[in-house]
């Protein structure tokens, strides 16, 4: 197995919470512990499984931690749809990131079906 800075994947999705921590940089402050925290936990999480999966070294823990790493991904996108909806997230940013994560989306479906 690749070291997991090595995968596309994961630093994408590294580029990606970049992103959404600046982004969210700028939502309403009374969101830091409701929309901007969940966000950015959900994020974090995509990159971080990858790596903790990646560097247990045994194939059925990698997948187990890449499946999480992928629903993390489902709900960034949700959150993405509510942040969009209460006018935090313009259409432009809304479009960028929902194509980003839906990128790694398929790049994480991708990885767990050359493994299984």
């Known amino acids: ?36 925290s969940q966000i950015r936990r959900a994020s974090v999480s995509i990159p971080s499984n990858i790596a903790e999966g990646n560097s247990r070294r045994s194939k059925p823990d990698y997948l187990q931690f890449l499946k999480i790493a992928r629903g993390s991904c489902a709900e960034v996108e949700t959150q993405l749809i509510i942040s969009k909806n209460l006018n935090y997230l313009n259409e432009e940013n809304y479009k960028k990131l929902n194509e980003h994560i839906i990128e790694i989306s398929k790049m994480l479906n991708g990885l767990i079906n050359s493994l299984q």
């Open 1 to 36: 197995m690749a070291n997991f800075k090595e995968l596309l994947v994961w630093q994408k999705s590294i580029d990606f919470v970049t992103e959404i921590y600046r982004i969210t940089g700028s939502f309403p402050k009374d969101e830091m512990y409701g929309l901007i």
